[in-house]
T-cell receptor, first 112, second 117 residues
Framework: KQEVTQIPAALSVPEGENLVLNCSFTDSAIYNLQWFRQDPGKGLTSLLLIQSSQREQTSGRLNASLDKSSGRSTLYIAASQPGDSATYLCAVLTGANSKLTFGKGITLSVRP | DTAVSQTPKYLVTQMGNDKSIKCEQNLGHDTMYWYKQDSKKFLKIMFSYNNKELIINETVPNRFSPKSPDKAHLNLHINSLELGDSAVYFC????????????????FGPGTRLTVL
């Protein structure tokens, strides 16, 4: 059974800091890994998707890496801004039935 | 042009009632999902349907019954509501796996916050 872990559950940083969010998963037989953002009371927005054959993806100030063999991914946020405050969810997709398994998320607060 | 829409956005009801949440997607996807996000924000899959056929059923109580009248709609009907059913329910849809790159993702609706009193 696939399990996804994100630690810590919450993080507070001053504006401008570079930060790394970690994600680990137990079964390396994944199709892809995704990072989502969820704002309070809102739905999920896909930030980055890394296919199982890829090592990283970049979008603006965000960079996500994947080490499938060790079951780890990191989301790097450069020069954090208050607008980055949200919950960041890591999820892995297993291809057999397109099942997406989520971690519990990391709630990020960026202080002005 | 909302890609995945859900109604209602908020639903407050009494224990024991029966209620439905509707989901529609206009993305032409074949696969749709229902997720439950509990009070601790943990998001967990409940069901998935592919072309109106049930693919995933994650040991959800049989009080929950998904209904897919066509591949653009996946409604969630809940019988005999319990306090523990209070949560945010998200609908999602996805194209077939192998669509390529960032297309291999799921598109989420805005959620329905269900409160059972």
């Amino acid at each position: 059974k696939q399990e996804v872990t994100q630690i810590p559950a919450a993080l507070s940083v001053p504006e401008g800091e570079n930060l790394v969010l970690n994600c680990s998963f137990t079964d390396s037989a994944i199709y892809n890994l995704q990072w989502f953002r969820q704002d309070p009371g809102k739905g999920l927005t896909s930030l980055l998707l890394i296919q199982s054959s890829q090592r990283e993806q970049t979008s603006g100030r965000l960079n996500a890496s994947l080490d499938k063999s060790s079951g780890r991914s990191t989301l790097y946020i450069a020069a954090s801004q208050p607008g980055d405050s949200a919950t960041y969810l890591c999820a892995v997709l297993t291809g057999a039935n397109s099942k997406l398994t989520f971690g519990k998320g990391i709630t990020l607060s960026v202080r002005p | 042009d909302t890609a995945v829409s859900q109604t209602p956005k908020y639903l407050v009801t009494q224990m024991g009632n029966d209620k439905s949440i509707k989901c529609e997607q206009n993305l032409g996807h074949d696969t749709m999902y229902w997720y439950k996000q509990d009070s601790k924000k943990f998001l967990k899959i409940m069901f998935s349907y592919n072309n109106k056929e049930l693919i995933i059923n994650e040991t959800v109580p049989n009080r929950f019954s998904p209904k897919s009248p066509d591949k653009a709609h996946l409604n969630l009907h809940i019988n005999s509501l319990e306090l523990g059913d209070s949560a945010v329910y998200f609908c999602a849809s996805s194209p077939p796996l192998g669509s390529g790159g960032a297309g291999d993702t799921q598109y989420f609706g805005p959620g329905t916050r269900l409160t059972v009193l």
